[in-house]
């Protein structure tokens, strides 16, 4: 009974860790005669991470991998290989990362790069929004990808709020802030990038 309770354990602990998004991906750019490994971290959080490839027609530094800060948000080269003329390389590779920063990780330059939210941010943008710069400002400069509309360019989009709202509501050309959509849901009070945020991190 005790080895079926284990096991049964055991197999629940490896149901949830594959399940669990890996935040660092790596992607292959093909240049003549090279293949470059790059790491793109999805989080908003910084990583250490060790990439290793093995495999044929290929030739790599000798040296022991090391681990390579990848910052929140951001692409970091990780590892150049160059291939060998006239032969079709093959190889695979596997990926190591660990939010336990160490102190010994190489720091390389690194590309900000926009990642998804948790939510999907869509702002639609008043004729007399007052506080629009103070959260569109941030969202260009920060971290996560999101979309906005002016209501006065789209009239269809305008209608439809409109209607979600109540034909009786405010006219949505008069509100001094950006009717926001987090998730598929409307938000018409949230004045700062802060909050923004908050609402963000709520479950």
Known sequence: MLRVKLFFILMLFLKITSAQKKPV???????????????????TSDYDVIVTISGTNIRQSKAKPRLIRVPAASKVHMKTIMLIRGKKPSYTYKIYQ?????KRA????FKKVKINPKKSITLYIPYNCKTCDSIISPL????????????????K???QLQRSFGANSTPLDSLKSPIINLGGKLYTKIDTYQELLDELDKD
Not at 28 to 43: C, D, G, K, Q, T
Not at 98 to 102: E, G, M, V, W, Y
């Open 106 to 109: 190489i720091k390389k330059p």
């Open 157 to 159: 989009i305008t209608s």
């Open 98 to 102: 660990n939010d336990s920063l160490s």
């Open 25 to 43: 991906k790596i992607i292959v750019e093909n240049i003549p005669n090279r293949l470059m490994f790059y790491a793109i971290n999805e989080s």
């Open 140 to 155: 260009k400069n920060g971290d996560y990808k999101y979309a906005s509309y002016l209501l006065s360019e789209n009239e």
